[in-house]
């Protein structure tokens, strides 16, 4: 029974709306120079430096890093590492090296070219780790790499 009364009660409810006009229910837009129109009332982007464009580094996303080998493949805390590979990019876009053992520690090292990264060994705990570099492209992760007593 109840049934029967819900469909006309839905139409009216529906059709009563119909008269409302629809920004009645938004915010009201506005056009704002550089942006076009938006919701909120935000100052746009108004141009570009030309020259600072011309200096922004392109990455190649596309090409992901890749790790072939670590010489040596165990050292002691301090010691440096060269991590031969391929697909660095360039060093504007190269963020960086870790080591799985080190956790967030800041690792330090140095950019050579696309292929190779020197990098020093973070003082940690005796045993196995893994070396991660960071590129435009993504990351790649060595093969296992003891990190021997100091």
Do not use: W
């Amino acid at each position: 029974m109840a049934s029967r009364f819900l469909l006309p009660i839905l139409m009216v409810s529906v059709c009563g709306l119909a008269g409302f006009p629809l920004p009645a229910f938004a915010e009201e837009g506005v056009i704002v120079d550089g942006a076009g129109y938006t919701l909120h009332d935000t100052e746009s982007i108004k141009g570009h430096d030309e020259q600072r464009v011309a200096k922004d580094p392109v990455c190649d996303s596309s090409r992901k890093p890749k790790i072939v080998r670590v010489e040596p493949d165990e050292a002691k805390p301090g010691q440096t590492i060269t991590i031969k590979g391929e697909n660095f990019g360039t060093r504007d876009c190269f963020r960086g090296v870790a080591f799985s053992a080190a956790g967030p520690t800041r690792i330090d090292y140095t950019f050579m070219n696309d292929t190779t990264i020197e990098a020093t060994v973070p003082d940690v705990q005796p045993g196995m780790s893994f070396i991660d570099v960071i590129a435009g492209g993504g990351n790649a992760r060595s093969k296992a790499f003891l990190v021997q007593a100091k």
